[in-house]
T-cell receptor, first 113, second 113 residues
Framework: AQSVAQPEDQVNVAEGNPLTVKCTYS??????LFWYVQYPNRGLQFLLK??????LVKGSYGFEAEFNKSQTSFHLKKPSALVSDSALYFC???????????FGTGTRLQVFP | NAGVTQTPKFRVLKTGQSMTLLCAQD?????MYWYRQDPGMGLRLIHY???????AKGEVPDGYNVSRLKKQNFLLGLESAAPSQTSVYFC????????????FGQGTRLTVV
């Protein structure tokens, strides 16, 4: 079965510093990977996705993600964190066989001024 | 653009009561999903639908039923609510295919006492 794991419950980073939110995946076949963000009391918003091609994917709000097939990882990154980036981040994988969209447990990002 | 709309936004039920959550989307999406979000567990898929008149079980379907009589609507029913069903429920929709991202509603906060 397809799955994703987010090993960190929380990531703390100072404003202006680079940030990384980790995600590893387990799939049979081609991986279709997504990152979403959830602000307090809101639904999830799509950030970016990896389908095929370039291993560095650029998305909304200055975020990017690096796909690494050998390490089965899809880490979310941003060169310079903002306080407004503080939110809950979810990694997800699409099961190409059933079309289910399976989410990780989420990582809370706290950016301190 | 309304996108994905969930009704109601908040609800308190007594144990044993029944209720229906309504999800409506105006993007002509084929696929629709119901998730529940619980602390530390991320989003878990309850049921999903890949087209009008079709439904399928997700990871945690017990205690829930769904119907997709119209393409734009996806209903989630609780026949006999239990405290374990206290959660935040999210509906999402997407175009067909593994490469498409999902769009989420704002969520329904349900408390069962």
């Amino acid at each position: 079965a397809q799955s994703v794991a987010q090993p960190e419950d929380q990531v703390n980073v100072a404003e202006g510093n680079p940030l990384t939110v980790k995600c590893t995946y387990s799939v049979s076949g081609n991986p279709y990977l997504f990152w979403y963000v959830q602000y307090p009391n809101r639904g999830l918003q799509f950030l970016l996705k990896y389908i095929t091609g370039d291993n560095l994917v650029k998305g909304s709000y200055g975020f990017e993600a690096e796909f690494n097939k050998s390490q089965t990882s899809f880490h979310l990154k941003k060169p310079s964190a903002l306080v407004s980036d503080s939110a809950l981040y979810f990694c997800a994988v699409r099961d190409a066989g059933t079309d289910k969209l399976i989410f990780g447990t989420g990582t809370r990002l706290q950016v301190f001024p | 653009n309304a996108g994905v709309t969930q009704t109601p936004k908040f609800r308190v039920l007594k144990t044993g009561q029944s209720m229906t959550l309504l999800c409506a989307q105006d993007m002509n999406h084929e696929y629709m999903y119901w998730y529940r979000q619980d602390p530390g567990m991320g989003l878990r898929l309850i049921h999903y639908s890949v087209g009008e008149g079709t439904t399928a079980k997700g990871e945690v379907p017990d205690g829930y039923n769904v119907s997709r009589l119209k393409k734009q609507n996806f209903l989630l029913g609780l026949e006999s609510a239990a405290p374990s069903q206290t959660s935040v429920y999210f509906c999402a929709s997407s175009y067909p295919g593994a490469v498409t991202e999902a769009f989420f509603g704002q969520g329904t906060r349900l408390t069962v006492v």
